[in-house]
């Protein structure tokens, strides 16, 4: 798509501008160049004035300008303006080659993120912290607009790419999306690389003026295109890291599996208990355990109980350096990347079947309505007497038979109490869509499947959710919430997303009540029963999930809107989430008898296990968008029903209903008509046609391109006049 320029139109219809239009124009040329000082003939040629009587006129209105106090004039007979910009700081979101969007990191100092052109970023990348000036007049979208001063803090200087090697020298094409440059690198710092293979580059250099930066290879990945070589560069792309560091491996082998007798007697003893872990089929760390047992008084003991990882895991060693820094366990799509090596993780804290465990458990006492009538909370041993897959334990529960059936019944019918009792408190009912891979021993994609929640997925997560809930209360109401913990927190939605939220549902014929709070959960829920299996689920759960807030780690005891908790937190999976070890320390802390420590050090802590976090999200989502596109690239050529997910100026994103994979229809293919985006209703209006492309519309798409190394899939409309053979990037 092109927007037609109206550059000169005056001087080409012979008009020239008046005085008052040449003046606002000098004024917002001087205004958005801050600092900087002009004589009049370089303002006539930066404004690209040609007719001889504007030219004439510029001297005498700067003359004006500067005698009613708009400007500024130098010994020397150059111009400047006399009006303040604002200064910010912000981070860089670099959407594509033309101009990038610098969000505040005070969102009150502006109104709205700011546009930054290409030419004025100053060599920021994605995500770099930035000082920008903002031109006090805003451009002509409405929008503010600036330049980058300074850049304060790089976000990275590493990139995954793919080399081309010419006779004089190379590039490395990045596979970042927002990395819009590439980058050069000598012939004698490619480390052996060849032509076409994946490799990790350092930027060294990147002058100013030089329209590409310079890098030196620092890794050689191996041949584009090789699925270990394609996970290797998401891994290398996100900083996830490719071993476990020997010190801490070292410490971890050092730890004696011997549990002594002094341990035992700190510990409530739950050995004779019956005890199970119910997990995925190929998991191998399991974080938590369920313990059953009725009460002489007929009611029901639950234990939630939890691997003690920080019995293991000591302050001030290099275990627990290790673990901060990587904050989580990444699962990408076919392994997963631990926060805690394998002689921890699979061995020593996982929850193994009889085998003694050491956890740190709260402990319901329930009646038959799920009401908690007592709850405990504290260290204890387990010795769990069935390891089940959740597929084993579901089909105990629909056959009535097969170990341990009864208890997982009862639990069952008693979490759909707990989830019941939560809904109509206000919790909202988010089930997105998981798509996982079946691949061959190569890593090729022979199929995806629909990951299914049944009620087993159900019972262990209220079990969970209950457990959390009940250690973020318990130091709430120890000292009114003046102690220093971690909690999750997640903030009410911003209604005016909603708003906009509640139109696109309202297009497949869904209506939201959004007059409060609490309607708005309910409502929610009830749109999120009636989608279940029609086409346009995933695309309004996707939808739904955007225009809520984001969950975070906090030493703030706020709320958890979604679950419609006053305060909640991580307790239950400390193998792969080091918040959840944090919670564990504070909470001993506390039931030892200490004092609450400074909260400002475990706030650190909490942004940076937030920021891991949305790491590892990102690097989870790029594995499986690499396989979605390997999967298209192998996929039968026809037309594909989807659901528009996206409308931006340069594409229109659509979701193919029987893949879930979603590609772009680039809008200068679309050859009907000229299309205009309209930003605030988010569709694409046919100039001529009037036709509207918008978010939600049914449309047929077929593949015309896919691209691994950039992980898209490009698409066309299936109505276009002529279909384009089918294309893969050439490596």
Request: proline share 4%; with cysteine.
């Amino acid at each position: 798509m092109g927007r037609k320029s109206n550059r000169n139109q005056n001087n080409q219809r012979g008009k020239s501008p008046s005085a008052s239009q040449l003046a606002r124009k000098i004024k917002t040329f001087l205004d958005n160049h801050y600092g900087e000082e002009y004589s009049a003939k370089q303002i006539i040629k930066k404004l690209e004035i040609r007719d001889s009587l504007s030219k004439n006129a510029v001297e005498p209105i700067l003359i004006k300008l500067v005698e009613n106090g708009t400007l500024s004039k130098s010994p020397r007979n150059y111009y400047a303006s006399k009006k303040d910009p604002d200064f910010i700081i912000g981070k860089v979101d670099y959407v594509n080659p033309r101009f990038a969007y610098i969000v505040p990191e005070d969102p009150e100092k502006t109104d709205g993120d700011i546009l930054v052109k290409e030419a004025d970023l100053k060599q920021a990348l994605d995500d770099d912290r930035v000082r920008v000036m903002v031109y006090p007049n805003k451009g002509r979208s409405g929008r503010s607009e600036g330049r980058v001063l300074e850049i304060l803090e790089r976000a990275r200087d590493e990139f995954v790419g793919r080399v081309e090697i010419s006779p004089r020298f190379a590039f490395v094409v990045p596979d970042f999306k927002k990395m819009h440059k590439d980058i050069f690198v000598h012939r004698g710092d490619l480390e052996g690389a060849q032509h076409n293979e994946k490799v990790v580059v350092k930027l060294t250099e990147w002058r100013e003026g030089d329209k590409n930066p310079t890098g030196k290879v620092t890794r050689v990945l191996g041949k584009a295109g090789v699925h270990e070589v394609e996970i290797h560069s998401i891994m290398a792309e996100f900083g996830l890291p490719f071993e476990y560091p020997k010190e801490a491996d070292a410490e971890a082998n050092a730890i004696s599996e011997e549990i002594s007798k002094k341990e035992i007697q700190k510990r409530e003893d739950f050995r004779e208990v019956t005890t199970f872990t119910i997990d995925p089929a190929d998991a191998k760390d399991f974080d938590d355990a369920i313990s059953y047992r009725r009460l002489e008084n007929g009611n029901l003991e639950v234990g939630v109980h939890i691997a003690d990882v920080t019995h293991y895991v000591q302050p001030k060693t290099a275990l627990e350096r290790e673990a901060y820094d990587r904050a989580t366990s990444v699962y990408l799509v076919d392994r997963t990347i631990p926060m805690l090596p394998e002689r921890l993780s699979n061995g020593l804290c996982s929850l193994r079947p009889n085998e003694d465990k050491l956890t740190f458990a709260c402990v319901f006492e329930l009646d038959e309505n799920a009401k908690v009538l007592k709850h405990w909370i504290g260290r204890t041993i387990i010795h769990s007497d069935r390891r089940f897959a959740y597929e084993e334990a579901q089909e105990n529960i629909d056959k009535q038979e097969g170990d341990f059936f009864e208890e997982v019944t009862h639990l069952n019918n008693l979490a759909k109490k707990i989830r019941k009792q939560r809904f109509q408190n206000g919790a909202v009912n988010f089930e997105t869509v998981e798509v996982k891979f079946k691949l061959d021993e190569k890593g090729t994609p022979l199929g995806l499947m629909v990951k299914e929640r049944k009620d087993i997925h159900k019972l262990i997560e209220e079990f969970m959710l209950l457990a959390n809930k009940y250690v973020a209360e318990f130091i709430i109401k120890k000292n009114n919430g003046k102690d220093t913990f971690v909690y999750r927190t997640h903030d009410s939605p911003d209604m005016d997303r909603l708003e906009v939220f509640s139109g696109f549902a309202k297009r497949f014929g869904h209506n939201l009540n959004l007059d409060n709070e609490r309607q708005v959960s309910s409502s929610l829920n009830k749109l999120m029963d009636e989608i279940q299996g029609k086409p346009e689920q995933n695309v309004l759960e996707q939808l739904a999930i955007r225009s809520m807030a984001k969950a975070k780690y906090t030493t703030e005891p706020k709320g958890h809107f979604g679950l419609a908790f006053a305060h909640y937190t991580h307790f239950t999976s400390p193998i792969r989430r080091y918040p959840d070890m944090m919670v564990h320390r504070l909470l001993q802390h506390y039931l030892d008898g200490g004092k609450s420590p400074d909260a400002e050090d475990w706030e650190k802590k909490c942004l940076h296990s937030s920021d891991r976090e949305k790491r590892a999200a990102d690097a989870e989502r790029a594995s499986i968008k690499y396989k979605q596109v390997e999967y298209m690239s192998l996929a039968e050529d026809k037309d594909y029903e989807g659901i528009v997910s996206g409308v931006t100026e340069w594409g229109v994103f659509v979701e193919i209903t029987e893949t879930k994979c979603e590609g772009m229809v680039r809008v200068s293919d679309i050859s009907d008509d000229y299309y205009e985006f309209d930003e605030r209703n988010m569709r694409l209006i046919g100039t001529k046609s009037k036709k509207m492309i918008t978010l939600g519309d049914k449309v047929s798409v077929r593949v015309v391109n896919t691209d691994i190394d950039r992980r898209t899939i490009d698409l066309e409309f299936a109505d276009n006049d002529e279909k384009p053979h089918r294309t893969r990037t050439p490596r």
